[in-house]
């Protein structure tokens, strides 16, 4: 059996501590109180920071827990956030795919497109931001469900309903599919959710993996797919390309 991880007790111990503390607390009394060594506590300390579970008083260098801790039961994220975190790497994807860019996150049972960019080139469209889009008929969706099980059952658990002849509707396919993306690190719907239509999606990743959303590219069958109906590899790239760009940007700088 593997062994027990003992940063990760440490850094328990640390946030157990600034929780029970009636006030802010110095490093030295958090070393202290641990038996750590002072280097030891600042860089827990400062890692805790950057993922927003400490917080640091500028003025005193004094921590106390940090609001990240009450957001445990989601990603953190809301969409206004998400959405500002891909506003430039969204319209670099259009502008390099010459396909429409949507950026989605799981939302009471769909995928939410906190995000829309239109295709560039002078046909009509309509925004999309806001629509709420079937998880496992779409590239986003499927690329979220991929990374969050529970949704994936309580989406088979509701019915995977038929868009098209294509659509995936029983959980042994849905489970394939999801095994696919993660193994791949994208996600491709051909003619699931509607006729003629195809697209490819890629994770957005934030602090340690964990995935808060998507981004994807959608248009006609044979822009996207080659003769065999498979992805187009150089439109692969630029989504993933975006995917990975956007997630350190997710990350920060590394403390």
């Known amino acids: 059996m593997p062994g027990l991880i003992q940063s990760i007790e440490r850094c328990s111990a640390v946030l157990r501590l600034l929780a029970a503390a009636p006030g802010r ?7 202290d109180a641990l038996d750590l060594p002072k280097s030891t506590a600042q860089s827990i300390l400062r890692t805790l920071t950057h993922i927003g579970f400490a917080e640091q008083d500028p003025r005193t260098a004094r921590y106390r827990p940090g609001r990240a801790l009450l957001d445990l039961g989601s990603t953190g994220l809301d969409a206004n956030e998400l959405r500002a975190y891909t506003l430039n790497w969204a319209d670099t994807l259009a502008s390099r795919s010459r396909e429409e860019v949507h950026v989605g996150a799981l939302r009471d049972g769909g995928v939410l497109v ?3 960019v239109f295709r560039p080139d002078d046909s009509a469209q309509s925004m999309q931001t806001g629509q709420v889009l079937p998880p496992h008929a779409t590239a986003l969706g499927q690329v979220l469900l991929a990374y969050r099980m529970a949704a994936a059952e309580d989406a088979v658990a509701g019915g995977l309903e038929a868009y098209t002849r294509a659509t995936v509707t029983t959980g042994q396919a849905l489970a394939r599919t999801l095994t696919a993306t993660r193994a791949q690190g994208w996600a491709s719907s051909v003619e699931q959710w509607r006729a003629g239509r195809a697209g490819i999606a890629a994770p957005l990743r934030t602090f340690g993996g964990l995935v808060v959303g ?8 044979e822009r996207l797919c080659d003769t065999r109906r498979q992805p187009r590899p150089a439109l692969v790239e630029h989504v993933v390309a975006a995917a990975r760009a956007i997630s350190r940007d997710l990350c920060g700088p590394q403390p």
């Open 25 to 31: 607390l110095r490093v030295k009394e958090i070393a």
């Open 114 to 116: 906190v995000h829309h």
């Open 214 to 221: 998507a981004i994807g590219i959608s248009g006609p069958v």
